[in-house]
């Protein structure tokens, strides 16, 4: 008997069905958390422009916005069109945006060294460095020996410091070695010239002759506004530092005008094993705190007046006070990137106030990072921004769930007494530094290879001092300093800075208080974050499916190949890896930076001068010869030893003999010569079964950008016109900072 009936649907078209069905139920729920969406879609295209091997121009760019614009305006009123087109154009306007901030901070910057030479200009920023000179970023004037397209818009050199102080916006001349801001220490690692041209700065280096004042006439006007600032600032940590000498003084300055060169480099690194090192740097914690504390004392002392209190929104007026007092501390401390981001995110949550909107909320988050994503798309590969919200994030979406649960809990509580006011101090202390230490934990073993095992302990102890002594004790001197009585205040808070340094070197100082991390892959990295973005910005249950991600990244951290040969940028640091995958150098003084920064990328916490022991190398006047997995490398130092080492070994770094390395021409043989390290900077070299060798520099990882234009005369390679997947730690920031006078 045959059926006449309608077919049946099939059963694979029925289950896609449902599977739609409840995709389009669950994002109906998250309807109102799509926003949170906008950034990271934003970002994504940022992040895009940057792996880039080749600079794109500027109207395909441009096309492709306008292309998805007109897609989203024919697409349906669906919700599912109106987020896929959505994503579209942010991600779109993303890649746009950083295309147009590359071309409008564009300004000369040096292809080679020069010098010395004569240099004039305007000073912007001095920074002391008690133990280097003086650190100046000058706005340039004039160049000896240079047309006048080919001058830098700014400098930065080092200086031995000046018998009169120097000041923002002095005229000077001095004579100076420079050279272009240095590329990346190893293949991968943060480029120190793609920040450099962000900031438009276009060479680096180091005086050769003291500063002298002149006198040259048409100032910057940029320049006429912040130069009163920037003297306001050196007077402010000037008193600072005559009311609290030392250590103690350095640190309080800091916490107030945010410079922190005078600080030591041992309490920089007790800051930074005890997980402490964000108390030193201004950012979110200090601006709230600031911000927090004229708020509350606006607002008590309005509600001293009942006539006020009971007829305006005192709360408000309040706001409004904080946020005027936040920007003025923003001025004051430096204007400094995480700063502002703090003071973005501060003004926002009191505009939410002022239109009786919830202040703590991810919608402002979220906002806050649109708009400095907007203004700054270069924020999004700088760690200060990454780390920042991504513990302002956690923090926040950890605040909604709680509350959330204690609104479900219909048991009446009784009244605080003293004991549960505290216990709730302390609990929610560790609540937010477990939360946070969470969050940014693959940022911090992402970028700088650490992962500090105490720091709850360390914050436990010191952010409530620093909380209720220090920085209240900081706001009242800044109010005392016009009368001439700061002393009192800045006492008191150098006892809250000592016991905050003291808790720093105690903590760093136990056993096991750092764990050194090897550099993970990109994609571990990424799959987290994915992760905890999932799990952060959804609500319903779904939400607990960013652990799956989070897991996964965690899962691959650990599979990153490492190196086996580095070559530095200039030839006078070779690092093998030999048994037991230790690493051993051949290094001299300059090439010390380079060295760190392999070692953290190993997760290496030996000491530099154990490294450079140079063991398993055999050295004599000519070169030096070493074995790893087989190979025999030879590093020649003389023109004398090349045609014997070309003959003999399997890889030879010729960076003592720029002349000869055409003379070796054998199959099978890797040469990298002085030549080749000047073009394509440090090399990094994988050895494979048999005679297979794998090289990556790092040229082929920063691409044909116009940050890392290449030098006149440089051998060129093949076309990077591709998209890759950046190397781990491409994106990192540095914990330290190269010295730029070599």
């Known amino acids: 008997m045959t059926r006449t009936g309608g077919a049946a649907p099939a059963p694979t078209a029925s289950f896609a069905r449902r599977v739609l069905d409840a995709i389009a139920v669950w994002l109906d729920a998250e309807q109102d958390r799509l926003f949170l969406w906008l950034p990271v879609a934003l970002g994504a295209g940022i992040a895009v422009y940057f792996v880039l091997a080749a600079e794109p121009l500027l109207w395909p760019a441009l096309t492709a916005l306008v292309a998805v614009l007109v897609m989203r305006r024919v697409a349906g009123d669906s919700?599912?069109?109106?987020?896929?087109?959505?994503?579209?154009?942010?991600?779109?306007?993303?890649?746009?945006?950083?295309?147009?901030?590359?071309?409008?901070?564009?300004?000369?910057?040096?292809?080679?060294?020069?010098?010395?030479?004569?240099?004039?200009?305007?000073?912007?920023?001095?920074?002391?460095?008690?133990?280097?000179?003086?650190?100046?970023?000058?706005?340039?004037h004039r160049i000896e020996g240079l047309p006048p397209e080919s001058w830098p818009a700014r400098i930065r050199v080092r200086a031995t410091k000046s018998e009169s102080p120097l000041g923002a916006g002095d005229a000077v001349r001095f004579r100076a070695l420079l050279s272009p801001p240095p590329g990346p220490a190893l293949p991968g690692d943060h480029d120190f010239a793609r920040q450099a041209w962000f900031l438009g700065i276009g060479a680096v280096g180091s005086t050769?002759?003291?500063?002298?004042?002149?006198?040259?006439?048409?100032?910057?006007?940029?320049?006429?506004?912040?130069?009163?600032?920037?003297?306001?600032?050196q007077a402010i940590g000037a008193r600072v530092q005559a009311a609290l000498p030392g250590e103690t003084g350095a640190i309080a300055a800091a916490l107030i005008t945010g410079e922190r060169g005078a600080i030591s480099d041992a309490t920089n690194e007790a800051y930074r094993d005890s997980g402490l090192l964000h108390i030193l740097s201004i950012s979110g914690l200090h601006m709230t705190i600031m911000a927090g504390a004229v708020f509350l004392a606006v607002r008590f002392l309005l509600a001293l007046w009942p006539a006020l209190a009971l007829r305006f929104e005192i709360k408000k007026w309040a706001a409004v006070a904080a946020a005027i007092g936040a920007l003025a501390y923003l001025l004051i401390s430096g204007s400094a990137f995480p700063a502002v981001r703090s003071y973005i995110m501060i003004s926002i949550m009191f505009l939410a106030i002022l239109l009786d909107r919830p202040a703590l909320a991810l919608r402002n988050v979220a906002l806050a990072a649109l708009v400095i994503l907007v203004i700054w798309p270069e924020s999004l590969i700088d760690v200060s921004f990454q780390m920042s919200f991504a513990a302002v994030l956690g923090l926040v979406a950890a605040y909604e769930l709680i509350r959330t649960r204690e609104a479900e809990r219909t048991v009446e509580r009784s009244g605080r007494s003293l004991w549960r006011t505290i216990g709730l101090m302390i609990g929610g202390i560790l609540v937010s530094t477990l939360v946070v230490s969470i969050t940014v934990a693959p940022f911090a073993a992402y970028h700088f290879h650490k992962s500090q095992q105490y720091a709850m302990l360390a914050n436990l102890i010191a952010v409530p001092i620093c909380n209720l002594l220090v920085m209240p004790m900081a706001l009242a001197a800044l109010v005392a300093m016009p009368f001439g009585l700061e002393a009192p205040p800045l006492w008191l808070m150098g006892l809250g800075i000592d016991a905050m340094t003291w808790t720093a070197y105690k903590v760093a100082a136990l056993p096991g208080a750092v764990t050194r991390i090897p550099a993970i892959p990109t994609a571990a990295f990424a799959l987290m974050v994915i992760g905890g973005l999932w799990t952060c910005l959804w609500q319903t249950r779904l939400r607990w499916l960013g652990v799956v991600p989070f897991l996964a990244g965690l899962g691959i951290a650990p599979f990153r190949q490492a190196p086996d040969v580095y070559v530095g940028r200039e030839g006078n640091l070779v690092v093998v890896r030999g048994e037991g995958r230790l690493l051993t150098a051949l290094a001299d003084r300059r090439a010390m930076f380079e060295l760190g920064r392999i070692l953290e990328h190993d997760g290496d916490g030996r000491r530099l001068e154990d490294v450079t022991a140079a063991r398993g190398f055999r050295c004599d006047w000519s070169g030096c010869i070493v074995t790893v997995r087989e190979r025999r490398i030879a590093v020649v130092r003389h023109a004398a030893a090349a045609l014997e080492d070309c003959r003999t070994a399997d890889i030879v770094v010729m960076a003592g003999s720029p002349g000869r390395d055409g003379a070796c021409r054998r199959p099978g043989l890797v040469t990298i010569s002085a030549r080749e390290l000047a073009a394509f900077g440090p090399h990094a070299l994988y050895l494979g079964t048999g005679n297979a060798v794998r090289t990556e520099t790092a040229a082929d990882w920063r691409g044909v950008r116009p940050?890392?234009?290449?030098?006149?005369?440089?051998?060129?390679?093949?076309?990077?016109?591709?998209?890759?997947?950046?190397?781990?730690?491409?994106?990192?920031e540095p914990s330290v900072e190269p010295d730029h006078d070599r």
């Open 707 to 732: 940050w890392s234009t290449p030098r006149p005369g440089a051998p060129v390679r093949g076309p990077l016109a591709t998209i890759r997947a950046p190397a781990a730690g491409r994106l990192a």
């Open 208 to 233: 050769r002759s003291a500063p002298e004042r002149i006198a040259i006439e048409g100032m910057p006007w940029s320049l006429r506004w912040r130069a009163p600032i920037e003297r306001l600032r």
């Open 79 to 140: 919700l599912a069109a109106m987020i896929a087109t959505g994503a579209l154009v942010a991600t779109a306007g993303g890649f746009a945006l950083a295309k147009l901030r590359t071309e409008t901070v564009r300004a000369p910057v040096l292809t080679r060294a020069i010098g010395p030479v004569i240099v004039e200009g305007w000073i912007e920023i001095v920074e002391a460095r008690p133990e280097r000179g003086e650190r100046i970023t000058l706005r340039v």
